[in-house]
């Protein structure tokens, strides 16, 4: 990533959960080790109709990015709109 002036990340669980949250966490580590000036991973398609994330492992994910105060945006349609 280096010289990057942004980061989209998409992880999936193909190979489990765990498996999709270390991904997920890794990249926001390196992003803000690369000083990135941001952050974009598209939403579930399972979060609520209030925007909460239903999944826990991607909750975990954006503590990870909120620590690192990361500009973060989350884009797209889920179940519920």
Not at 7 to 18: A, E, I, L
Request: some cysteine; charged content about 25%; overall charge positive.
């Amino acid at each position: 990533m280096k010289g990057v002036y942004g980061v989209y990340s998409y992880q999936n669980m193909v190979d489990g959960v765990q498996k999709e949250e270390e991904r997920g966490i890794r990249v926001a580590h390196v992003a803000n080790g690369r000083r990135s000036h941001g952050l974009c991973m598209p939403r579930s398609a399972a979060r609520s109709k209030h925007g909460g994330v239903l999944f826990p492992q991607q909750m975990r994910i954006e503590e990870h990015i909120r620590e690192y105060e990361l500009d973060y945006r989350s884009f797209g349609r889920g179940l519920h709109g």
